[in-house]
């Protein structure tokens, strides 16, 4: 009978230098060179460069000067929304796709998702709180009204200022110029009859040579 032969165990190191000791090691040096990272980190940042904290910015806003606090990150569409409680630009897709958080950037339409709103200092924005309320609405509102161009309003305030921005710079357009110049907003609701309808009746009442929120 065949005696089983026990399992052979690997033998201990020699020379003192353990998988244990290995780890320590290891820690030790990663400890070294995270400190030395943390170090470069917290090191001055260097001129120009700010954040990434909140840092004390201002925008023009409707002809209005605005101080706020924010990160460089922070898009234009947040620090509206989040920092001065202005929600009339929506973030729906948050990619420049949809065109609900349009506002009016010195004169061109832009999607507020895709700026910063530190680098839009010293520039002159345009929201649709900047347009006149009722009774006495800005033409481009009152024509989505008078024309029901919207269901459930999420892209209508970017819809309201695109138009506005389209007729400033094409007062008298056709209806073909109204399809493709406002070809960056979407509707989910598929208001864009009632909202060409509206733009070509704007066209009629607004101010030749563009209007300033108003
Ligand atoms: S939220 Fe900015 S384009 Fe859709
Ligand atoms: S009215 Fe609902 S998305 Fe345009």
Known sequence: MSSRKEPELPAKPKSGFSRRSLLQGVGIGSGML?????????????????GPGPVPITLNINGKPVKLNVEPRVT????LRYNL????????????????????????????????????????IETIEGL?????MHPVSQAFWDNDAQQCG???????MACKNFLDHHPNPTEDQVKHGLGGNLCRCGTYMGVRKAVLQAAKSMPKGGTKNG
């Open 34 to 50: 995270g400190t030395g990272l943390l170090e470069q980190a917290q090191a001055a940042p260097p001129a120009g460069v700010v």
């Open 76 to 79: 234009l569409i947040d620090a």
């Open 85 to 124: 409680d202005m929600t009339g630009a929506k973030r729906v897709c948050d990619r420049a796709t949809c065109g609900a958080c349009t506002v009016i950037i010195n004169g061109k339409s832009v999607y507020s998702c895709t700026v910063f709103a530190i680098d839009v200092q010293g520039k002159n």
């Open 132 to 136: 006149p309320a009722p009774p006495n």
């Open 154 to 160: 999420y892209c209508t305030p970017g819809f309201v």
